[in-house]
Nanobody, 121 residues
Framework: QVQLVESGGGLVQAGGSLRLSCAASGSIFSISTMGWYRQAPGKQRELVADITSPGSSTNYAVSVKGRFTISRDNAKNTVYLQMNSLKPEDTAVYYC??????????????WGQGTQVTVSS
């Protein structure tokens, strides 16, 4: 069984910063992709950023490029999202996402429970 534990959400004023963390634990043989999605009220869930091994290539939504930075600590199976210059339109529930292999030849994915980020104007 694999679990994701998210932390770091909260309320911040526009222009402020927050750092989200997501730690994966359990039966993980390897991780290919870790990332963050978000869902605002009345909108579809959208990709914010992800980071993929090997090579730790990153991918960002256009709306956050230059403001958000995704990083990963492979030793801790943890992914971080540093969010700077936050805007009210960044308000959403942020979900951690993990694509992993519990053993050779098997691929699974899992979502975190979500953490609320609210940016006030």
């Amino acid at each position: 069984q694999v679990q994701l534990v998210e932390s770091g959400g909260g309320l911040v004023q526009a222009g402020g910063s927050l750092r989200l963390s997501c730690a994966a634990s359990g039966s993980i043989f390897s991780i290919s992709t870790m990332g963050w999605y978000r869902q605002a009220p009345g909108k579809q869930r959208e990709l914010v950023a992800d980071i993929t091994s090997p090579g730790s290539s990153t991918n960002y939504a256009v709306s956050v490029k230059g403001r958000f930075t995704i990083s990963r600590d492979n030793a801790k199976n943890t992914v971080y999202l540093q969010m700077n210059s936050l805007k009210p339109e960044d308000t959403a529930v942020y979900y951690c996402y993990l694509k992993y292999s519990p053993r050779i030849g098997v691929r699974n994915d899992i979502w975190g429970q979500g953490t609320q980020v609210t940016v006030s104007s």
